[in-house]
């Protein structure tokens, strides 16, 4: 398999997925704003949408969202238990998690890296996006995970978007349980290794 990626973007979540998972992949670095690969080749020739991650399968069939690439991973080893089962109500919660973390905080950060973007409105999505960390923190102050006591890809796709809350200035710090959360999830050996990763894939541009 190949994991096509950008150092910090949304691909770190099953970039995590991936090494918790144990998978043999190669993971292929993307200029998001040229569209080209580490190599020179053409990213749009892989993913016209322009965007990572891009799962793609050693018989040449290519997977896109994030969402749907972990929940895809995960379905590879359940024994894992990254992923409730399909058809499962369980896997509907893990569903309404993700869809909730792409369209209302993933989506909401989008604006903010957008330097055209005036002020005003950069602080109406930094407050929505304070109104949904409200709700997270309930649940974290409750369970160690979002979906309970077990590390899933909803926590991939959670942390990876909110570590994006220091770099765009939106303080957090109110919430006492998501941020006990963000250092239990950066404690994983998996999720340390993929840091790491990318963080020499980011000084080797």
Partial sequence: MKLYFAPDACSLSPHIVLRELGLNFE?????????????GGDFLA????????????????????GPAIVQYLADQKPEAKLAPANGTFERARLQ???????????????PLFNAAMPDEAKAQ?????????AYIDKILAKQDFV?????GVADAYLFTVTRWAKFLGLDLSQ????????????????????LEAESKAKKAA
């Fill in 27 to 39: 993971a292929v670095k993307v200029d998001t704003k040229s569209k080209k690969t580490a190599a």
């Fill in 46 to 65: 892989i993913n016209p949408k322009g965007y990572v991650p891009v799962l793609e399968l050693d018989n040449g069939e290519r997977l896109t969202e």
């Fill in 96 to 110: 309404e998690m993700l869809n909730f973390i792409t369209s209302e905080l993933h989506k909401s950060y989008s």
């Fill in 125 to 133: 999505f930094k407050d929505k996006l304070t109104l949904r960390y």
């Fill in 147 to 151: 979906l309970g006591a077990q590390f």
């Fill in 175 to 194: 919430f006492a349980a998501l941020a006990k959360y963000m250092a239990r999830v950066e404690a994983r050996t998996a999720v340390h290794a993929a």
